[in-house]
């Protein structure tokens, strides 16, 4: 597709429900990272992939998180018995190539999850 | 830890007024440097980028952005801003070492017609 698309654009989870929030990057795409941005606040880094390795996690704030990518392309982001804390916008990008090289990164509309 | 600061949670601007919005980060290596900005319902968008050269960097719509390297800032400026403008706008850096985009916390700009 012409840019970063993600699914589902809202998704309003129970308390303990599992939910899985999907990212399908500008094709070609090598690198993909994940973020969360909180209401008012920046996007926080969470994980971030290279073709199909995930070369950084340390943002994931718990063991309940859980991101894949496992053919380099599409990647899944899964949170576990979501907790009311875990409301936010969840914005997947994709750039080129390494970023650090000069690739723009470039972010989808992102996915809103509201934890009841 | 790397980290980045806009000094400005929230800046209130009249048409063709001029903006100047602060970023400072905190990391002692080689960065690039970015400002993207969010306008209401839509996703982030670059506005510009510093990799090296020249430490004037323009960008879209008039925004420009001026690295100084001793003073570990990047701030954004824009001679005229236009109601169109009214977004919220974002500094990140990315270090060489880390390859991570880290964003600051964000600017609203609200300009009046």
């Known amino acids: 597709g012409a840019g970063v698309s993600q699914s589902p654009r809202y998704k309003v989870a129970k308390r303990g429900q599992d939910v899985a929030l999907r990212c399908d990057p500008i094709?070609?795409?090598?690198?993909l990272f994940w973020y969360q941005q909180a209401l008012g606040q920046g996007p926080e880094f969470l994980t971030y992939?290279?073709?199909?390795?995930?070369?950084?996690k340390s943002g994931l704030p718990s063991d309940r998180f859980f991101a894949e990518r496992p053919e380099g392309s599409v990647s899944t982001l899964k949170i576990q018995r979501t907790q009311q804390e875990d409301s936010a916008v969840y914005l997947c990008?994709?750039?080129?190539?390494?970023?650090?090289?000069?690739?723009?990164?470039?972010f989808g509309e992102g996915s809103w999850l509201t934890v009841v | 830890a790397q980290s980045v600061s806009q000094h400005n949670h929230h800046v209130i601007l009249s048409e063709a007024a001029s903006l100047e919005l602060g970023c400072n980060y905190s990391?002692?290596?080689?960065?690039?440097l970015f400002w993207y900005v969010q306008y209401p319902g839509q996703h982030l968008q670059l506005l510009l980028k510093?990799?090296?050269?020249?430490?004037l960097v323009k960008g879209i719509k008039g925004f420009e952005a001026e690295f100084i390297k001793s003073k570990f800032s990047f701030n954004l400026r824009k001679p005229s801003v236009q109601w169109s403008d009214t977004a919220e706008y974002f500094c990140?850096?990315?270090?060489?070492?880390?390859?991570?985009?880290?964003f600051g916390q964000g600017t609203t700009l609200q300009v009046k017609p």
């Open positions: 510093y990799f090296s050269g020249d430490p």
């Open positions: 990008a994709s750039s080129l190539g390494e970023a650090r090289t000069g690739n723009t990164i470039y």
């Open positions: 094709s070609g795409h090598v690198s």
């Open positions: 990140a850096v990315i270090s060489s070492n880390t390859g991570k985009l880290i």
């Open positions: 990391y002692g290596g080689t960065v690039n």
């Open positions: 992939f290279q073709n199909e390795a995930q070369l950084d």
